[in-house]
């Protein structure tokens, strides 16, 4: 990746992927998680697709985009840590294989879509603010039936409050009666002048097309005193460890449980912490799945993901009922392994070669590598992915038990569900 500073808080990042067909064009407004104003985040770019000034309606929109050689737009917020993106994203048929300059017109129609929104009054457009807020609070209220994402985001709200990285990144219901299009306009115009940009070009790109979204993207923004939203990492050395039960009417029950592991998101214990949860509970052959769920029976899945931005680790497992305690003294003694270096040289090998295919595997996605790419920008990292491998390759177990000794559990959530006695 190339970086271009087109003025203050702004940048041009040029991904140069010629193997590629499409080309992929994105501008990402990097704004803080609060509480007041994540249902605006998820809300606002929901409203922007239905409909600019110059394409006023859904329709007017993908008749446009069909004549960009059936090109195809996407919005939406995404949380990175403590902070979140808004993306506008377009994918078209790079400019090599149909001899005219697709890219130009890709960037107009990215900035009639962010910079001319169909507005009245003061605000949005009423109709489509109104059918937005009622299709987010659908979404919003349809986590529950998401029995593995809701006890997820319960164990996280549990770890961190309401709060940053505690938050639901599709907001709140209980926020929508007091969103009107005055002050979701209000708060577009707030982000567009106020929040560190990144505009992305990826693909088969020439010093032409560069030119071309630097002069109709670039220039629409002004200089801004701008920079990336810092995380928190979540430390591990004050856990209070606390276990919270929710009854729910299902028959299978649903267990997480989220650690602090105190690792900043650059360095050598990223390396070992990304490596040990790997062999944890990170693929198909760790010991949460070879164990927990292969020899004993005890889960229908078993899994560990770790965050990078906030260095926390979430364990999350599908049992029954009868089976909670025996699935959580397994996982509990799996953890201990970790941390007492019962880990075999096959495993720690097996580790990496999955995490290398993982890695590599980044390459053969335009989408994959922008958002690794602007990861590493938040971080303020200049890794490539070649490099951060080598990192990864190079730990040894010394180095996984030591980091894993750093992890502390904090919270167990556990969604309890019917015992087999009781299923009719």
Not at 97 to 107: M, N, P, R, V, Y
Request: charged fraction near 25%; charge should be negative.
């Amino acid at each position: 990746m190339n970086t271009k500073r087109l003025r203050d808080g702004v940048d041009l990042h040029i991904i140069n992927a010629p193997k590629f067909k499409t080309n992929l064009m994105s501008v990402y407004f990097n704004i803080p998680l609060k509480r007041e104003t994540i249902t605006k985040a998820a809300l606002l770019p929901s409203v922007l697709k239905r409909g600019c000034a110059k394409y006023p309606t859904m329709k007017d929109m993908s008749r446009r985009l069909d004549d960009l050689y059936s090109a195809s737009v996407s919005a939406g917020a995404r949380m990175k840590g403590d902070g979140e993106v808004l993306f506008f994203t377009a994918e078209y048929i790079s400019d090599k294989f149909i001899g005219e300059k697709l890219s130009t017109q890709i960037a107009e129609f990215l900035h009639d879509f962010i910079f001319s929104p169909l507005t009245e009054s003061g605000g949005f457009n009423s109709e489509y603010t109104a059918g937005e807020k009622n299709n987010l609070k659908n979404a919003i209220l349809g986590l529950v039936n998401d029995k593995k994402a809701y006890t997820e985001f319960k164990c996280r709200e549990a770890m961190f409050g309401k709060e940053g990285y505690g938050m639901f990144e599709a907001g709140y219901a209980e926020d929508l009666d007091d969103i009107t299009p005055v002050n979701l306009y209000e708060f577009y115009k707030d982000v567009l002048t106020s929040s560190k940009i990144d505009i992305f070009i990826s693909g088969t790109v020439d010093d032409e097309t560069i030119g071309d979204v630097e002069r109709i993207l670039g220039s629409a923004f002004e200089g801004r005193d701008a920079s990336y939203i810092g995380t928190t990492v979540a430390g591990s050395d004050k856990v209070e460890f606390k276990t919270i039960s929710e009854d729910a009417d299902i028959v299978q029950s649903k267990l997480c449980m989220g650690m602090r592991c105190g690792v900043q998101p650059v360095g050598d214990e990223f390396y070992a912490i990304t490596l040990a949860s790997c062999i944890f509970g990170g693929s198909p052959f760790s010991k949460l799945f070879a164990n927990v769920r292969e020899k004993l029976s005890l889960a229908y899945y078993a899994i560990a993901r770790y965050s990078r931005f906030k260095s926390v680790m979430m364990i999350s497992s599908g049992i029954q009922t009868e089976n909670y305690q025996a699935a959580y003294d397994e996982i509990m003694l799996q953890f201990k392994k970790m941390q007492t270096g019962e880990i075999d040289d096959f495993e720690i090998e097996s580790a990496k070669k999955y995490l290398a295919n993982t890695y590599h595997s980044l390459s053969d996605s335009l989408r994959g590598m922008e958002d690794y790419y602007l990861s590493q920008c938040i971080m303020g990292a200049q890794q490539s992915v070649d490099e951060l491998l080598s990192g990864i390759l190079a730990v040894d177990k010394k180095r996984i038990v030591d980091v894993m000794n750093k992890v502390k559990f904090d919270t167990v959530y556990f969604l309890k569900g019917k015992s087999a006695g009781e299923v009719e």
